[in-house]
């Protein structure tokens, strides 16, 4: 079955950087779209960065020139580089997988598959 596991969250200074790796399994990773998606307490969970199974890439206006998605075919590991963090970026991380070829997008609905979640916690 599909499975996603994330890591690398931690407790990191406003300006520091993270990476996150999520592990797939179970399904064909060069075939299918991916991302991560976040959620603060309290709020909605809202997508952070994708990239479509042709390499393209997605990001949400809040962390553009900050983070950047990246995978590893050969590993299938999916990556996400946050740099300058700040404290709006303190969340809980998911990476998720469409599990089909597709483009790039945001939106939540269009993820069928999902990790536990890795938090991240920034502070002054």
């Known amino acids: 079955q599909v499975k996603l596991v994330e890591s690398g969250g931690d407790s990191v200074q406003a300006g520091g950087s993270l990476r996150l790796s999520c592990a797939a399994s179970g399904y064909t990773f060069t075939a299918s779209s991916m991302a991560w998606f976040r959620q603060a307490l309290g709020k909605e969970r809202e997508g952070v960065a994708a990239?479509?199974?042709?390499?393209?890439?997605e990001y949400a206006d809040s962390v553009k020139g900050r983070f950047t998605i990246s995978k590893d075919n050969a590993m299938n590991i999916l990556y996400l580089q946050m740099n300058s963090l700040i404290l709006e970026d303190t969340a809980m991380y998911y990476c998720a997988t469409s599990g089909v070829v597709g483009w790039a997008t945001l939106a939540t609905i269009y993820y069928r598959y999902w990790g536990q979640g890795t938090q991240v916690t920034v502070s002054s």
């Open positions: 990239i479509a199974t042709d390499g393209n890439t």
